[in-house]
């Protein structure tokens, strides 16, 4: 259906370490994936995406792998710091433009 | 650009009251979008506007929630009568068009209390 699965749901991290964040989905019409962050009393702010003709997209720190016969994509932040600490969120777009978001990841970077 | 105009930020109530969320889009922007944030059940799309037309509100929960976007710059999401479980926080986001690959751009949010 038009669920999204987002795994998982909390990372702790040390700074440096790499992150890495995964969606699945089940409907084989969807050709858009965004990826959001969403730092506390904020909006969800988008960060990367991806389109199914592409399999990767990489922009600085911050890469998004996307395995359209498996249905499921990938958010991987490389050398992460503190200021990537923020609930991330996966989201799989539909014919119009709709957006169905995963459940959020609370990511945590120690200093 | 200033972004995403949501008024108020916060919002105490009490059940029974009616409730106005107000949106500025980004100007310029043709697609207009309703979210609800809980923690129970994530980012929820309310509705979604395209050249100030309603073009899916299956996401509305309930007769008690109405929208309405009357001119290209302004959208109100009313509540009438709110309940406590209307409690959480509510984005608006707009975009260009409305495409399936266009960013969407969130306001900051109302985060709306109801006693």
């Known amino acids: 259906g038009e669920n999204v699965e987002q795994h998982p749901s909390t990372l702790s991290v040390q700074e440096g370490d790499s992150a890495v964040i995964k969606c699945t989905y089940s409907d084989s019409a969807s050709n858009y994936f965004p990826w959001y962050k969403q730092e506390l009393g904020k909006g969800p702010q988008l960060i990367i995406d991806i389109r199914s003709n592409v399999g990767e997209k990489k922009d600085q720190r911050i890469a998004v792998t996307l395995n359209k016969t498996a249905k499921h994509f990938s958010l991987h932040i490389t050398e992460t710091q503190p200021e990537d600490s923020a609930v991330y969120f996966c989201?799989?777009?539909?014919?119009?433009?709709?957006?169905?978001f995963g459940q959020g990841t609370i990511l945590t970077v120690h200093p | 650009d200033a972004g995403v105009i949501q008024s108020p930020r916060h919002e105490v109530t009490e059940m029974g009251q009616e409730v106005t969320l107000r949106c500025k889009p980004i100007s310029g922007h043709n697609s207009l979008f309703w979210y609800r944030q809980t923690m129970m059940r994530g980012l929820e799309l309310l509705i979604y506007?395209?050249?100030?037309?309603?073009?899916?509100d299956s996401g509305m929960p309930e007769d008690r929630f109405s929208a309405k976007m009357p001119n290209a710059s302004f959208s109100t999401l009313k509540i009438q009568p709110s309940e406590p479980r209307d409690s959480a926080v509510y984005f608006c986001a707009s975009s260009l068009d409305g495409r399936q690959e266009e960013t969407q751009y969130f306001g900051p949010g109302t985060r709306l209390l109801v006693l």
């Open positions: 989201a799989r777009g539909t014919s119009y433009g709709k957006l169905t």
């Open positions: 506007f395209n050249n100030n037309v309603p073009i899916d």
